[in-house]
């Protein structure tokens, strides 16, 4: 669902949190928020339900557990289209102080239509300066417990105390601190696994002459065959054997059309037992037989 993560940063911004508006909210079906821009930041966490959510153009399809932030200034919009209400509880909140912050209204208006002496409400986007990309969505490795701290946000700000300013900068505080924690091992973990997944792939590509085996690559690799299997299909959509399979009839293919060698040489040279076990697999893949390819090469 997100963009790379190039750049984590150590954040020395100067951060002053403000509260906006933190409530439970149910959007039933059918009932969507067309686009818009906000003067202010807004996080929203999907407890319930499912949604198509559209950021500046791109589209999101929202699950129960998955965060979505949303900028200033940033278009977008949500559309409730499965059938089901969506439980958004969600937080509109600024990072920095600005004297105008009690002023400032949630927008439901496109950016066209906000006048022009209200576009100085609009908030510095720093989110960048933190984590760069920053991720619009992602999904939280501990999705309960962000759920409960987003809770005790709008627990606060419903039931306020003597000190509530206190309380909610500190509530926030720590929401903020585990969020960029969960988007950083998120993207770490998504970088090892891309990893790994490149060299199942580069291992699998370098033995296209010869019959290969999910236990060829534990031991080569020192993985075990589920985690191969699952990462890989994850990376690339198609389990590694399969992927492999692919390799030499591919290879194959390229031996037909370009060289003269029998065909039972070249079931030899990628690694088939025989001519039958070749043919088979060639026309299972390729949707025609080695032989009928060789004779519309001639």
């Not at 993560?5 to 409530?23: F, H, V």
């Not at 206190?166 to 990893?195: D, P």
């Amino acid at each position: 669902m997100n963009a790379a993560i190039n750049d984590i940063k150590n954040s020395d911004i100067p951060l002053c949190p403000y509260i906006r508006r933190a409530w439970y909210n149910i959007l039933q079906p059918n009932e969507d928020i067309k686009e818009r821009v906000i003067y202010d930041y807004e996080l929203l966490f999907v407890k319930e339900g499912k949604a198509r959510i559209e950021i500046e153009g791109n589209q999101y399809e929202a699950q129960q557990g998955d965060l979505f932030i949303f900028r200033p200034r940033q278009k977008h919009a949500i559309y409730v289209t499965y059938g089901e209400r969506l439980v958004q509880p969600h937080i509109h909140f600024d990072l920095q102080y600005s004297p105008d912050r009690e002023l400032v209204p949630i927008s439901y208006d496109d950016l066209d239509d906000i006048p022009s002496d209200s576009k100085s409400w609009f908030r510095s986007d720093i989110l960048d300066d933190f984590i760069s990309p920053f991720p619009s969505c992602f999904h939280p490795k501990e999705p309960l417990y962000v759920e409960q701290m987003i809770f005790d946000i709008i627990h606060a700000v419903s039931y306020p105390s003597r000190f509530n300013e206190i309380r909610l900068a500190h509530l926030f505080f720590r929401l903020w601190e585990q969020l960029l924690e969960e988007m950083t091992y998120c993207e770490r973990a998504s970088r090892a696994k891309g990893s790994v997944s490149a060299a199942i792939k580069m291992f699998i590509e370098r033995n296209d002459s010869r019959k290969l085996s999910l236990s060829d690559i534990e031991n080569t690799l020192h993985f075990s065959g589920s985690y191969v299997s699952r990462i890989f299909k994850d990376s690339y959509g198609v389990s590694p054997m399969a992927y492999h399979t692919m390799m030499r009839v591919h290879k194959a293919k390229g031996m037909i059309q370009f060289t003269n060698m029998p065909l039972n040489e070249i079931a030899i040279a990628t690694g088939f037992d025989s001519i039958q076990d070749f043919s088979r697999v060639y026309k299972k893949v390729e949707g025609v037989s080695p032989s009928a390819l060789r004779r519309t090469k001639r």
